[in-house]
């Protein structure tokens, strides 16, 4: 089995989870009334996707 030969420092360690944080999810702008929302995703308050609408959400 495979044993490192020095002992890893804290700070190698530290650079190596310091590169994992989270990023900010990006949000996608409304052209018709200027609300955010996740892209690739129907839009939460009206129901569209790509300029379709895809869910009624007057049903809803």
Do not use: C
């Not at 590169?19 to 409304?30: G, I, L, T, V, Y």
């Not at 609300?35 to 869910?55: A, N």
């Amino acid at each position: 089995m495979a044993v490192p030969k020095r002992k890893q420092s804290k700070q190698r360690s530290r650079k190596r989870r310091g590169a994992n944080h989270f990023a900010m999810p990006q949000f996608a702008k409304d052209p018709n009334d200027g609300s955010t929302f996740l892209p690739h995703h129907i839009h939460p308050k009206t129901g569209m996707y790509r300029g379709r609408q895809v869910i009624d959400m007057e049903a809803n």
